[in-house]
């Protein structure tokens, strides 16, 4: 091809028909302006391919990390609200000041509990390596960045604000008032208690239900928390789904 040009050029010269080559050189510089065109074009187009398919797997990943995380936060609402159960058991009892049974030491260790925050992110963290401008959708990709930074971020605040009352707070308290039951490897939660020094030194024990009366609030809202994040992280899954049949 280069041969043939050059043998047009050499022919217009040797005529010495400087208009027609004119012309024939401002042919050959669109052509060339052309290809280079056509070139990158084909150049954005197969990096726009590799991106679709980059962002696709990352959306696969987010969705199956945020069903994952769907499953502990139901896992965890129903701890808390297990505990909510054990701490309204409890109340009952002092409250009314029945008689101590031993089938309270399992509500009086379970009031102490908490879940962690756990959850996969792996996907997001992919996302935010590679560009969260892989995510063409402005509103899916806010949707993602307000799920992690946002709905996730309040749940780790509880469950963190929970740790610390639960260090500085409660356990001194629980062992000053509760001996806790001896455990052996693999025993079942359900299986654990603990037996009051003094009952009576629990009923009335006003920060022993100031403590506890704060705990249940803190739990309930831990269970609202993680409601809302389910119902985002099902919106969110439907919002992945629909953008990566459209591509």
Same mark, same amino acid.
């Given at each position: 091809? /280069?041969?043939?040009?050059?043998?047009?050029?050499?022919?217009?010269?040797?005529?010495?028909? %400087?208009?027609?080559?004119?012309?024939?050189?401002?042919?050959?510089? %669109?052509?060339?302006?052309?290809?280079?065109?056509?070139?990158?074009?084909?150049?954005?187009?197969?990096? #726009?391919?590799?991106?679709?398919?980059?962002?696709?797997?990352?959306?696969?990943?987010?969705?199956?990390?945020?069903?994952?995380? #769907?499953?502990?936060?139901?896992?965890?609402?129903?701890?808390?609200?297990?505990?909510?159960?054990?701490?309204?058991?409890?109340?009952? #009892?002092?409250?009314?000041?029945?008689?101590? #049974?031993?089938?309270?030491?399992?509500?009086?260790?379970?009031?102490?509990?908490?879940? $962690?925050?756990?959850?996969?992110?792996?996907?997001?963290?992919?996302?935010?390596?590679?560009?969260?401008?892989?995510?063409?959708?402005?509103?899916?990709?806010?949707?993602?960045?307000?799920?992690?930074?946002?709905?996730?971020?309040?749940?780790?605040? %509880?469950?963190?604000?929970?740790?610390?009352?639960?260090?500085?707070?409660?356990?001194?308290?629980?062992?000053?008032?509760?001996? $806790?039951?001896?455990?052996?490897?693999?025993?079942?939660?359900?299986?654990?208690?603990?037996?009051?020094?003094?009952?009576?030194? %629990?009923?009335?024990?006003?920060?022993?239900?100031?403590?506890?009366?704060?705990? !249940?609030?803190?739990?309930?809202?831990?269970?609202?928390? !993680?409601?809302?994040? /389910?119902?985002?992280?099902?919106?969110?899954?439907?919002?992945?789904?629909?953008?990566?049949?459209?591509?």
């Amino acid at each position: 091809m /280069i041969k043939f040009f050059r043998k047009i050029r050499q022919q217009l010269l040797s005529q010495n028909n %400087v208009s027609k080559y004119l012309l024939y050189a401002i042919g050959e510089i %669109v052509l060339v302006v052309i290809g280079i065109l056509i070139a990158l074009q084909i150049n954005n187009w197969n990096e #726009n391919k590799k991106d679709i398919a980059k962002s696709s797997d990352i959306l696969l990943e987010i969705k199956e990390n945020i069903q994952f995380n #769907n499953l502990r936060f139901e896992a965890d609402i129903k701890e808390e609200r297990s505990v909510i159960n054990s701490i309204d058991i409890v109340f009952e #009892n002092i409250n009314e000041y029945k008689v101590y #049974n031993d089938s309270l030491d399992f509500h009086f260790i379970n009031t102490t509990y908490y879940p $962690t925050a756990s959850r996969k992110s792996s996907g997001y963290e992919t996302l935010k390596s590679q560009g969260v401008e892989l995510i063409k959708s402005n509103k899916l990709r806010q949707g993602i960045i307000d799920l992690y930074e946002k709905t996730y971020n309040e749940i780790s605040d %509880v469950a963190r604000e929970s740790g610390v009352i639960h260090d500085i707070n409660i356990i001194p308290l629980f062992t000053e008032l509760f001996l $806790t039951h001896p455990s052996i490897p693999n025993q079942p939660f359900e299986k654990m208690g603990a037996t009051p020094f003094d009952y009576d030194k %629990v009923v009335h024990s006003q920060r022993f239900r100031g403590i506890l009366s704060f705990w !249940r609030h803190s739990r309930t809202v831990a269970i609202q928390l !993680r409601q809302n994040a /389910i119902s985002e992280n099902n919106e969110l899954v439907d919002a992945i789904i629909k953008e990566i049949e459209e591509k």
